[in-house]
């Protein structure tokens, strides 16, 4: 299970920190390779935001690039999306996801969190 917290509203150039936490089983938790972030627009497709693997390789779009920091805690159980400098073109609904080792698509997703950011 993957839960997302810490979107909301906030003007063009503020902040924001999203977290994500999985839970589960010990043996399914130790599964969990990659943590990733995708966003969806209003009228628009889910994209790509950030990736974190297991091993500490990071990834992020180029539209969030030295904008955005995707992080991990040292458990790798829960990941963050640190959100500087939001821009209106920045809302939306923010999911968190989850692959297993193995797997090339992801098995797991979040409820969502709404991101509004406003001018």
């Known amino acids: 299970q993957l839960v997302e917290s810490g979107g909301g509203l906030v003007q063009a150039g503020g902040s924001l920190r999203l977290t994500c936490a999985a839970s589960g089983t010990p043996q399914s938790i130790s599964r969990v390779s990659t943590l990733s972030w995708y966003r969806q627009a209003p009228g628009k497709e889910r994209e790509f935001v950030a990736a974190h693997t297991r091993g500490g390789a990071t990834s992020h779009a180029d539209s969030v690039k030295g904008r955005f920091n995707i992080s991990r805690d040292k458990y790798k159980t829960t990941v963050y999306l640190q959100m500087n400098s939001l821009q209106p073109e920045d809302t939306g609904v923010y999911y968190c996801?989850?692959?297993?080792?193995?797997?090339?698509?992801?098995?797991?997703w979040g409820q969502g969190t709404q991101v509004t950011v406003s001018t």
């Open positions: 996801a989850a692959r297993t080792l193995g797997k090339t698509d992801y098995d797991y």
